[in-house]
């Protein structure tokens, strides 16, 4: 593979299963592994996908307005189809969060099913689960975040023209 390629591939690759890194490019998820480079089609019908995170040992994704899981041989099973408009996907404490017309949400992994965070988040452009707390970039200012509750503090910095946004890998899945 070619090293444009492999960099197309990193684009929306995420850390899913021990030594691997999976990614989508046109309509094919791709596996690849982190200590060969050797990757792998996993299934296709990926065209559009946009968002990815992994969460115990599954592979999520939003595609159009549909939630999918995702096994380690790309089998998929549709959870919920409310997400057109998501901008923002992040994992953590045994959970997803989704963020979506100005609202936030937290979202059960094994249904789909979603509650609605209390709060105000027009302007967040990315969220990650970092230091046990959801993490929100919101108008350039970050934010730990309760996931429960809401409430929130402010940290100090600005965060103008972040692209992206992670925690560390989940070393217990």
């Known amino acids: 593979m070619g090293k444009a ?15 691997d890194i999976c990614a ?8 690849a592994d982190t200590a060969t480079g050797e990757w792998e089609p996993l299934s296709d019908t990926w065209s559009g996908t946009e ?7 599954w592979l999520y994704g939003i595609q159009g307005d549909i939630l999918y ?21 992040a994992a953590g404490d045994g959970m997803l969060y989704a963020v ?21 988040y027009a302007g967040t452009t ?4 970092a230091g046990g707390a959801l993490m929100v970039i919101q108008n350039d200012l970050l934010y730990r975040t309760d996931p429960v509750t809401g409430d929130y503090t402010e940290l100090p910095s600005s ?11 989940d070393i217990s899945s």
Not at 51 to 57: I, M, P, R, V, Y
Not at 101 to 119: H, K
Not at 159 to 169: S, V
């Open 126 to 129: 990315h969220i990650a689960w």
């Open 5 to 19: 390629m492999m960099a197309a591939l990193l684009l929306l690759a995420f850390t899913a299963w021990a030594g």
């Open 159 to 169: 965060y103008a023209g972040t692209t992206a946004a992670a925690g560390p890998p």
């Open 100 to 120: 979506q017309n100005d609202a936030l949400y937290a979202v059960d992994p094994y249904d789909g099913s979603w509650d609605e965070i209390p709060g105000h």
């Open 51 to 57: 968002l990815l995170t992994s969460l115990g040992g």
């Open 69 to 89: 899981q995702v096994d380690q041989n790309g089998n998929w099973t549709e959870l919920s189809d409310t997400w057109s408009g998501t901008v923002a996907l």
């Open 24 to 31: 989508v490019q046109g309509d094919v998820l791709y596996r």
